[in-house]
């Protein structure tokens, strides 16, 4: 058996420290997030700039926005370190069968939500199925548990149809947070609970209070089940939407910390110059974000491969990432990052930028052009995350495919509820969007293309309706292939099916950018980053 075991009532500005702090820089991938030295100072307030969300269960809402306060709120069975290896967290020791349809979990003794009701096998078994049954990674990542056991309380036997070689790495709390059944069970949807503003769960803080737009505050949950932790007395998520604003707060001392950038590209090579901020692109390596323009194919003439051919020769993808990005974004032409193990470049249909081809192609789906050069019109939805990457993308694809005849009108949401709800309906043409790899494709890349992945109200599971039997089968025979050759090769396939197909056109990778003040001591360094717990966070004194 493996085991392991653990060793704003106040005004906003009150709440923001007072004085200016003294600030260091380092940039390389890694700075600043080595082991810290010095003897950790408990008590302070981390303030955070971060994205707006819809609210703050990451149980049924996968991504950053919800993610990162999330997993200070909510515990997972383990987390992931720097190595991808699993350690305990509510689980202090497991045991894989050696057949691999079964793994039994033994749960830490004591260990209590925030409202002081014990954790119990049952509350893991209703977090798993509530997982799998709403976020937008659940039906893929656990479609082959065929059951959850509960023999005592502190026991939890997870019996699968299929081995699942990445099951440790979807317990962590960014997949698989573990919520309180007695809080959100019974009847009605869980995706509108009103606990899902002011949730109860067992990480190392208690939820305070939420100002929609303005700002979340959370407190140290003194009855934590890692002795001695968190340091920190409570962290503050300030919201911004505009990456001006959220460039300012980080230099102006108004916060500490900020993750997944926020911040234009050109500002973010400004600050890595500064003296007195830390700049590191490390702590993003379980996601291998992917940034596409995606097609409802449900609607006429998009649900036409031609029309999306043609679009894909529109795009200049080198000019993106080279003048709009600064530089500091790749190319993409595939579902997968490119440092995943799965990429398969030489397996991918690809569509250089040709405006005749993309014009021929056109005539031949007969879209002839009318007086004014127009062969049709679309509205392109465009999110309130990645304003730097999404946005500009956006907005350089008007121009770019009026050349072409179509005429594309910009639709920039006012908050990521208003995207998120109209993409979650599939009432749009087109959107920017994104995903994430994920530590496993079963978590990350398949959702986007299962013919089932579809549903309504969960944006990042295929809302643009995708269906091709022939890749659900290689789908579904990556998720359980344990030889990692054959599911190289499995995935290889599938890439050269969806890149013909195009129910996506991917245009660049997403940089992800940590940037943070000298007094933040110990910050996160899991492949998570900020979507980690935050209990070994500390400030040092100005």
Not at 52 to 63: D, E, K, V, W, Y
Not at 76 to 86: K, N, S, T, Y
Not at 339 to 368: C, I, M, Q
Request: hydrophobic share 40%; with cysteine.
């Amino acid at each position: 058996m493996r085991t392991l075991t653990t060793t704003l009532t106040a005004t906003r500005r009150a709440l923001l420290l007072g004085s200016a702090l003294t600030l260091a820089a380092v940039l390389a991938p890694g700075a600043g997030l080595l082991a810290q030295e010095e003897t950790p100072k408990r008590g302070g307030t981390l303030v955070v700039g971060h994205d707006s969300f819809r609210h703050l269960n990451s149980a049924i809402q996968t991504g950053n926005s919800t993610g990162v306060p999330a997993a200070q709120i909510f515990a997972g069975l383990v987390r992931i370190d720097a190595d991808f290896e699993p350690q305990p967290y509510l689980a202090e020791s497991w045991e894989i069968a050696e057949d691999g349809l079964s793994a039994t979990f033994r749960l830490v003794e004591g260990a209590t939500f925030h409202d002081g009701e014990p954790i119990t096998a049952g509350d893991v078994r209703f977090s798993i199925e509530t997982v799998k049954a709403n976020s937008a990674v659940g039906p893929t990542m656990y479609r082959a548990v065929s059951a959850i056991e509960t023999p005592d309380p502190r026991t939890v036997v997870i019996r699968m149809s299929d081995p699942i070689p990445f099951l440790l790495q979807a317990l962590a709390p960014a997949l698989t947070p573990i919520i309180p059944e007695h809080v959100f069970g019974g009847e009605g949807d869980i995706k509108t609970h009103p606990a899902n503003a002011a949730p109860v769960g067992s990480g190392p803080f208690k939820f305070v209070e939420w100002q929609r737009g303005q700002h979340v505050v959370l407190e140290r949950n003194d009855d934590y089940f890692r002795d001695g932790l968190p340091y920190l007395d409570r962290i503050i998520f300030l919201t911004f939407d505009d990456p001006t604003k959220r460039r300012l707060a980080i230099t102006n001392g108004t916060t500490h910390y900020t993750a997944f950038s926020g911040i234009k590209f050109a500002d973010i090579k400004k600050l890595a110059e500064d003296p007195d901020l830390v700049v590191t692109s490390r702590g993003y390596e379980a996601l291998g974000p992917t940034n596409f323009l995606e097609f409802n194919l449900r609607k006429a003439p998009l649900d036409d491969p031609r029309v999306r051919q043609a679009i894909a020769h529109a795009i200049d993808r080198e000019f993106i990432t080279e003048e709009l990005h600064h530089g500091v974004s790749r190319p993409l032409r595939g579902p997968f990052h490119h440092g995943n193990p799965f990429a398969a470049p030489d397996s991918l249909v690809t569509y250089e930028h040709d405006l005749d081809k993309a014009r021929a192609l056109l005539d031949e789906a007969g879209l002839a052009p009318d007086e004014d050069g127009i062969r049709a019109s679309f509205t392109l939805d465009v999110p309130t995350f990645h304003p730097d990457s999404m946005r500009t993308v956006a907005e350089y694809l008007r121009p770019q495919l009026r050349k072409i005849g179509l005429d594309v009108a910009v639709r920039i949401s006012p908050d990521y509820a208003t995207w998120a709800s109209r993409v979650g309906s599939w009432e749009h043409d087109m959107t920017m969007s994104g995903t994430w790899n994920n530590p496993d494709p079963v978590i990350g890349v398949n959702r986007s293309f299962l013919c089932d992945s579809p549903r309504k109200g969960v944006v990042f599971s295929n809302t643009g309706g995708y269906c091709n039997e022939e890749v659900d089968k290689l789908l579904d025979a990556a998720a359980v292939e344990t030889d990692m050759a054959e599911r190289q090769a499995i995935y290889a396939e599938v890439q050269k099916i969806v890149t013909g197909d195009l129910p996506l056109v991917w245009t660049n990778e997403e940089p992800y950018t940590t940037i943070y003040t000298k007094a933040v001591k110990n910050p996160p360094n899991s492949v998570w980053g900020a979507m980690s717990p935050m209990d070994e966070v500390w400030l040092a004194e100005d």
